[in-house]
Nanobody, 122 residues
Framework: QVQLVESGGGLVQAGGSLRLSCAAS??????MGWFRQAPGKEREFVAA????????YYADSVKERFTISRDNAKNTVYLQMNSLKPEDTALYYC?????????????????WGPGTQVTVSS
């Protein structure tokens, strides 16, 4: 059974940092992604990373502030978020794709976690 479990969300002041984790189990994956959804808005892409190699991809809104990484031994993907802004407030989801293509298309990801809430206060 495939499981993706996010953790690490919380409340932080603007300018602060959080690190989200996504523990994956049940099968191997080609690409891992992070998405977020704010109230009243559509789900949007944040970052993606191939399980093998170094290919990664970021949304323009988080470049230079967020970093996606992985620990293969722990089957865990991380999202380090620095210089957080109130507009980063959202429910953050981890997603997994069986393909090796690093992309931002939510509908092509095969598995999703339940999400972890990030709230940035001004």
């Amino acid at each position: 059974q495939v499981q993706l479990v996010e953790s690490g969300g919380g409340l932080v002041q603007a300018g602060g940092s959080l690190r989200l984790s996504c523990a994956a189990s049940g099968r191997s994956f080609g690409t891992m992604g992070w998405f977020r959804q704010a109230p009243g808005k559509e789900r949007e892409f944040v970052a993606a990373l191939r399980w093998s190699g170094s290919s990664s991809y970021y949304a323009d809104s988080v470049k230079e502030r967020f970093t996606i990484s992985r620990d293969n031994a722990k089957n865990t993907v991380y999202l380090q978020m620095n210089s957080l802004k109130p507009e980063d407030t959202a429910l953050y989801y981890c997603a997994a794709d069986r393909s090796m293509l690093v992309h931002r298309v939510a509908s092509l990801y095969d598995y999703w976690g339940p999400g972890t809430q990030v709230t940035v206060s001004s």
